[in-house]
């Protein structure tokens, strides 16, 4: 609709718009980007320089003496292992069971269907920490503490809406908002 | 609404032969019993078992005796239960709105073809996309007194006069702009999804009806909007409303939210670990309500209706 707006008008009002647009754009880039940016900046630089008031703009002296020490350190090699083997085991049982209950959702007929999918997609709202005691006790009692195996089951139940809800959708042959627009 | 539709049918116990009789249905029934084995084993049955133990003493440790509400009591009559909660709804109810109102307007603003679109949709997903206890961490480091960037910038403007993180009132602000800068590019991609859905035409219409650019925003795109907006406002309300990472990462455990005072409850100090239960049951029953009163009385759609 706003494109429609600067057809008209003068051709003036048609720059002064595009420039205020793009002067909103950079500023909405540059306000996402920006911690980011100055985190790395943080990460490159030396003690002193870190400390420094007021602070540099520009890393003057760029080292990597930081990721040395992290990539030394046994406490982030065993913490690495863990989140790859955790995330790259939960992306593949999610994605499998996933997949398999989107297709039913999406291609097959059954009386539940409204039933499945409520109880899936509740779990996207499900506040976890309502249920770490219970499942902790859970876990204990079937000897799962401390285990790859705990963390990566819990992280697929939560995991599991999205790429259900995802797949669903996308097989689905008929757009899903059809219903409100007017007739 | 899907729950709504199973009942309408017509009841009797000829449907559990219809629908295990099929071989259809009943290849369905195998496809989705796996994921709903393990999300009732792992999320429903906890729930239950946590209101079962929430009505007893028990300790991490041991099973104990039914107490009936004491927990409740004790939990109500906790100051930092109270302080959680004052907490958490502040946080919910700002950084919603604020979320809302920004992500509406980048919405509306970048739903149109232009140059660098690619980018600008690249670049807005970079905090969403960002851990939130990695962004917690960084935020942290950036409103620290000595090294911080946001507090050596706000303290040379004369904006703040204390160390943001010594300061809870500050220190809540800081929480809920780090989730709006966080959340914000999210919510707008929920809407502008939304908005493309809305048809040219309309607007078309609308213009050769004479009608202003007010009155084809609050006739046609917010009524056409509706659904997206309910589903990105409950969406957030309720993940906001179990925010525990900010909290405890940025707070450095000294500001209390609902979940913050679950996880110290029963886990650090396990002394309180009936009021911790009991407020986890809390948490989910009020998050309960809440989506209900979403679903309920605003007319959201869970999903997609049958056919």
Do not use: H
């Amino acid at each position: 609709m706003a494109s429609a707006t600067t057809t008209k008008g003068a051709a003036g009002r048609g720059t002064l718009n595009a420039v205020l647009f793009y002067v909103f754009l950079v500023t909405f880039v540059l306000v996402s980007v920006f911690p980011l940016l100055w985190i790395f900046k943080m990460s490159i630089v030396t003690k002193t320089e870190l400390f420094a008031s007021p602070p540099t703009i520009l890393p003057q002296t760029p080292t990597s003496e930081s990721y040395g020490t992290i990539f030394g350190d046994p406490v982030f090699q065993q913490a690495l292992v863990n989140s790859t083997i955790i995330s790259t085991v939960t992306t593949v049982i999610c994605l499998f069971f996933g997949s398999i209950t989107a297709y039913a959702i999406a291609r097959l007929r059954f009386r539940f269907k409204g039933t499945v999918m409520t109880l899936i997609l509740a779990i996207s709202f499900f506040p976890a920490v309502a249920i770490i005691a219970p499942l902790f006790i859970q876990f204990a009692q079937v000897g799962l503490i401390d285990t790859y195996a705990s963390v990566i089951i819990t992280d697929t139940v939560f995991a599991l809406p999205l790429p259900s809800g995802c797949l669903w959708r996308s097989s689905e042959s008929y757009p899903s908002t059809s219903r409100t627009r007017p007739r | 609404m899907s729950v709504a539709s199973a009942s309408t049918e017509k009841k009797g116990r000829g449907w559990f032969k219809e629908e295990f009789g099929n071989p259809e249905r009943r290849t369905a029934y195998y496809m989705v019993l796996p994921s709903l084995l393990i999300i009732v084993l792992v999320a429903f049955f906890p729930i239950l078992y946590g209101i079962v133990l929430s009505l007893t003493d028990s300790t991490i440790s041991g099973f104990g005796s039914f107490i009936g509400l004491e927990n409740y009591t004790d939990l109500f009559q906790d100051s930092d239960f109270g302080e959680g909660l004052y907490n958490t709804v502040i946080f919910t109810v700002v950084s919603v709105a604020l979320e809302f109102f920004i992500g509406l307007g980048i919405a509306l603003a970048i739903n149109r073809a232009f140059r660098g679109r690619g980018l600008v949709r690249a670049a807005v997903l970079v905090p969403w996309a960002f851990p939130t206890v990695i962004a917690a961490v960084m935020w942290r480091l950036m409103f620290q007194s000595q090294v911080g960037i946001v507090q050596y910038v706000a303290a040379s403007l004369g904006i703040i006069s204390e160390p943001i993180l010594s300061s809870r009132t500050l220190l809540l602000i800081g929480v809920i702009l780090v989730d709006v800068w966080k959340t914000t590019p999210f919510v707008a991609l929920l809407l502008l999804a939304g908005l493309q859905t809305i048809p040219g035409e309309v607007y078309e219409a609308a213009r050769v009806d004479g009608a202003n650019w007010m009155q084809r925003f609050f006739r046609i795109t917010l009524p056409l909007l509706k659904g997206a907006i309910l589903v990105a406002v409950l969406f957030r309300t309720l993940d906001a409303y179990r925010v525990y990472d900010l909290f405890w990462v940025l707070g450095n455990r000294e500001l209390q939210s609902l979940s913050t005072y679950v996880y110290e409850g029963v886990r650090i100090s396990q002394l309180q670990f009936g009021p911790g239960n009991a407020a986890a049951v809390f948490i989910f029953m009020t998050a309960f309500l809440i989506a209900l009163f979403f679903i309920r009385v605003l007319g959201m759609r869970t999903s997609v209706e049958e056919e």
